[in-house]
């Protein structure tokens, strides 16, 4: 009796093997086995209310301590700028929040290719070039940072006092004192932050512009 059930058990599991493998499925088309592998259809949503959801989470993320709910609005503006990039392939504002989105959870050959897919829409977007500094800036890629910088200053990213300060900032570590303190005072104007205006004042007493090693090293490097 055991060996005819292990028989008929056998048997029974070589005809479902058999049935799935070799013969046409009944269910589709005979010659378009592989539909499963279909792209999914975008086509029937809203962008318009996915967009509003998704700039929603993504000021959430931005605006909110709460290290779980700051996860949570993070992954729905992935998810909802994803489909948008899906709705529309050419949708450059999806593609640069995408890479600041990645930006943001260290992953870092996912925000580069989104900054790159924005950029090669459109190379001087103020937008994707402000992030994509951000992101070399934090790596401190100080030379990279400083060309997308330069790019969303000259194309109208707002001109904070953070964003000063961080051009400043790059400029001195580049030894490019006469631009660090340029920014440094932009920034000092803004907002009169004691702790920069010593800065400032430490510049000027290095009276680099008149020394001979402040001049061979801008020569150098330009």
Known sequence: MTIYKKTTVTALLFLIFYTFTFLPCRCCPADNRDYIFAP???SHLDSKKIRSEAEKDFHLYFNTSDKLLKEKY?????NKYYILSQINPGDIDAYIKLGKIYDEKNISELAKTYFYKALNINKEMALANFYFGDYYYKRNDYKKALYHYKIAYKNGVAKTYDFNLKLATIYEKLADLSNAK???EISYNIKADSRIGEKIQLLNELHYDKSDYYHNIREYKE
Do not use: P
Request: net charge neutral.
């Open 40 to 42: 999914a259809d975008y």
């Open 74 to 78: 993070l992954n729905s503006a992935m």
């Open 182 to 184: 340029k920014f440094y």
